[in-house]
Nanobody, 124 residues
Framework: QVQLVESGGGLVQAGGSLRLSCVAS????????MGWFRQAPGKEREFVAA????????YYAESVKGRFSISRDNAKNTVYLQMDSLKSEDTAVYYC?????????????????WGQGTQVTVSS
C-alpha cells in the first residue's frame, strides 16, 4: 500500500500563490506517475496535473496551464504543485494520487491511491 499525505493548503487572496506538497510513504513511489486532482463543492473531481516517474513529462488541465506547475523530488518521495495567479474558481479540496498500476491517463479511476486532501480557498 501507498500512503499519501498532502499539505500546504490554506486561504489566499486572488492573484496569490500556494505550494502544495504530497509525501508518499514508500520509496518506490518514484516508480509511479503522480497526479493532482481537485473537487469543488457540488462538482465532480477533476484532473489538475500529472507528472511521470522521472519528472520529464508533465501534463496540465487547460484551466491551470501557465499558472500551475507540478514537480517531484524522488529522493524525498514528494510531489509538489506550485499554484500561482490563483483565482476564486480554483477553490477546492486538492488531492494527490498515485498511478501504481501504470495505466496512464488523466481519469481519476486510473489512480490507485489517494491522499486525504487539502483545502484551498481563494478569496476574491
Amino acid at each position: 500500500q501507498v500512503q499519501l499525505v498532502e499539505s500546504g493548503g490554506g486561504l489566499v487572496q486572488a492573484g496569490g500563490s500556494l505550494r502544495l506538497s504530497c509525501v508518499a510513504s514508500k520509496r518506490t513511489s518514484s516508480s509511479y506517475r503522480m497526479g493532482w486532482f481537485r473537487q469543488a463543492p457540488g462538482k465532480e473531481r477533476e484532473f489538475v496535473a500529472a507528472i511521470d516517474r522521472s519528472g520529464g513529462s508533465k501534463y496540465y488541465a487547460e484551466s491551470v496551464k501557465g499558472r500551475f506547475s507540478i514537480s517531484r523530488d524522488n529522493a524525498k518521495n514528494t510531489v509538489y504543485l506550485q499554484m500561482d495567479s490563483l483565482k476564486s474558481e480554483d477553490t477546492a479540496v486538492y488531492y494527490c494520487a498515485a498511478d501504481v498500476l501504470g495505466r496512464g491517463g488523466f481519469q481519476s479511476y486510473k489512480y490507485d491511491y489517494w491522499g486525504q486532501g487539502t483545502q484551498v480557498t481563494v478569496s476574491s
